[in-house]
């Protein structure tokens, strides 16, 4: 049977779990999700589109909604997999059609749903000994009762956020106080926020593939546990936060890590906690955890994100637009197009 790919994107904000919002992206990833359909195409793997010839600069001619109506008009045309290139959650559409027996590229919806929670995904990686910054929940009940165990300047952000997206660095009560009350007010992130130590050291992100086959400098490789792609750190960072990569582009504020830098024994040793970060929440495609030092140097985990960004360098105007793992994958000699071969080669069914 002929392996034929269709790439999702997101079309509609999740629904609130328990008072908390997740924004939505604007174009719901359908530039990411146009790279890496196109990238497929380049490849000679069968894909899918919405229209007959698509055009290279038009993401929508490249990706399907990712409505129940959506899905099953990709599998009329012919889809044998779907690329989940959308926010999933629990009683998401594609869960009906992974019943049905349908191949995906991405992660389980439940398991989504589930650790798109910084407090609950926080709390289960500091149980199994994980290093996690001080943090609390603040609601809008308690906005101006809140204790603290940790010190200013803090941080406050969504607790099911999406990138620096309504993150703020707090230096005082009476600031805080006042970032707060502009969140619950603008009823974008819901009833709760999650507020945690601020770590003022160099800032990097890991990249955890899943367990599986993977093609390697030529090489064909089993990796048979969650494995890490190179550091990238991150620089410029606009008031204590690295910038949105719709703001500002990924490959001019980060970088991957020298090879000097990727022998340290403390980076060795967080890229091994975030491999276990990544087996509690049983991954099933790539997903990014952002990491801090505090002032005197130690390393938390302070960010797990289900769906890291895919954008990458494919589309001929779309050349500086590599995501933070499209920069790790080429230290590894992955150019963008490897990377997104590797990843579908990791497709899996219920």
């Known amino acids: 049977m ?6 999702i994107y997101q079309t509609q904000t999740p629904p609130e779990r328990n008072g908390i919002i997740k924004p939505m992206k604007n174009s719901g990833y359908s530039d990411s999700g146009a ?3 196109y990238s497929l195409q ?11 010839n698509p055009k290279i600069e038009n993401d929508l001619n490249w990706v399907f909604p990712d409505t129940p109506e959506g899905i099953q008009s990709a599998i009329d045309k012919g889809a044998t997999v779907i690329w989940l290139n959308t926010v999933l959650y629990k009683g998401h559409p594609i869960e009906e059609f992974i019943k049905k ?36 929940i603040i609601t809008h009940e308690n906005v101006t009762r809140y204790e603290l165990d940790f010190l200013f300047p803090v941080v406050a952000k969504p607790i099911r956020g999406r990138g620096s997206q309504g993150v703020s ?56 546990d969650c494995w890490a792609l190179p550091p990238v750190k991150r620089f410029n960072h606009h008031n204590g936060i690295a910038p949105y990569n719709g703001t500002v ?9 020298t090879d ?29 955890i952002d990491c801090r030092a505090s002032i005197d140097g130690k390393y938390f985990l302070f960010d797990l994100n289900m769906k890291p960004n895919m954008t990458g360098a494919s589309r001929p105007h779309r050349q500086d637009q590599d995501s933070l793992t499209a920069l790790a994958a080429r230290k590894i000699g992955w150019n963008f197009d490897d990377l997104i071969l590797n990843m579908f080669n990791q497709q899996w069914k219920e």
């Open 169 to 224: 660095v707090v230096n005082d009560r009476e600031e805080l106080i006042l970032i707060l009350n502009e969140m619950f007010q603008s009823r974008s992130y819901g009833e709760a926020i999650y507020v945690e130590e601020f770590l003022s050291g160099q800032e990097i992100t890991i990249t955890i593939m899943p367990k599986g086959k993977y093609i390697i400098n030529g090489i064909t490789e089993i990796k048979s």
């Open 260 to 288: 000097e830098e990727l022998q340290r024994v403390d980076i060795i040793q967080l890229c091994k906690q975030c491999e276990k970060a990544s087996k509690l929440v049983n991954i099933k495609a790539p997903i990014r």
């Open 101 to 136: 027996g349908i191949s995906v590229v991405g992660q389980i919806p439940e398991n989504v749903d589930l650790y798109d929670n910084k407090w609950i995904t926080n709390n289960l990686l500091k149980s199994n000994g994980l290093p996690i910054p001080e943090s609390v």
């Open 42 to 52: 380049r490849q000679n793997i069968h894909i899918i589109t919405p229209v007959e």
């Open 249 to 257: 582009a990924v490959i001019n504020n980060s970088e991957v890590l």
């Open 35 to 37: 790279d890496i359909a």
């Open 2 to 7: 002929k392996v034929t790919v269709a790439v």
